[in-house]
């Protein structure tokens, strides 16, 4: 049974340009969420999908901005990158939140 | 002052010592809670679940207090092995999904 996937594990970006981010989630899960992960600090959630929609937001520009398709995969997508971008973007999957959630590896983005 | 906020640490203990982290919280409505673990340029794995009577999962046992709004995790009979970041994680579940706040972590070294 696959866990989380995300894709590309790895990325170099230059200022200014636009980058997306995929995530498979976890058989039988139906909820993405989305993290960002800067050195030395815990996650914090960008935000997250649930039937195709975004249920929640955390505190991120508009730059920021996903989608999820119907089965349940999911992008993030950020325009305008800055070098404050440069991070581990993580991806969670859930079916109930209540039971906590599995993370993929992750996505490291350099801005550079 | 941020919504989970954590022991900065970093512990270093030897094998076979007893260590508790502690971790509070701001938001009343928060419902559900957790420990994560996070090895070193990983994604953080669910350690375990808190419950309000408290739970215990081997070596590992979790406490919550919802009148103080706090947190703890304790580590008996480290090991080796244990040496990570233990990020505590908050829900707010409104839905049946909901916001995870991860607080900063707290590095955990254990020495021969």
């Known amino acids: 049974d696959a866990g989380v996937t995300q894709s590309p594990t790895h990325l170099i970006k230059t200022r200014g340009q636009q980058v997306t981010l995929r995530c498979s989630p976890k058989?039988?899960?139906?909820?993405v969420s989305w993290y960002q992960q800067a050195l030395g600090q815990g996650p914090q959630f960008i935000f997250q999908?649930?039937?195709?929609?975004?249920?929640q937001r955390g505190n991120f520009p508009d730059r920021f901005s996903g989608h999820q398709f119907p089965n349940y995969s999911s992008e993030l997508n950020v325009n305008a990158l800055l070098l404050g971008d440069s991070a581990l973007y993580l991806c969670?999957?859930?079916?109930?939140?209540?039971?906590?959630?599995?993370f993929g590896s992750g996505t490291r983005l350099t801005v550079v | 002052r941020k919504e989970v906020e954590q022991d900065p640490g970093p512990f270093n203990v030897p094998e076979g010592a007893t260590v508790a982290f502690n971790c509070t919280y701001s938001?009343?409505?928060?419902?559900?809670f957790f420990w994560y673990r996070q090895d070193c340029r990983k994604e953080p794995k669910l350690l375990m679940s808190v419950y309000s009577s408290g739970n215990e999962d081997g070596r590992f046992t979790a406490q919550l207090n919802r009148a103080s709004q706090y947190i703890s995790l304790l580590i008996r009979d480290s090991k080796l092995s244990d040496s990570a970041t233990y990020l505590c994680?908050?829900?707010?579940?409104?839905?049946?999904?909901?916001?995870?706040?991860f607080g900063d972590g707290t590095t955990l070294t254990v020495k021969p």
């Open positions: 969670a999957s859930s079916s109930d939140g209540r039971y906590g959630y599995t």
């Open positions: 058989s039988g899960h139906d909820t």
């Open positions: 994680v908050v829900n707010d579940i409104r839905t049946n999904a909901g916001k995870s706040t």
């Open positions: 999908y649930y039937e195709e929609e975004e249920r």
């Open positions: 938001n009343s409505a928060s419902q559900s």
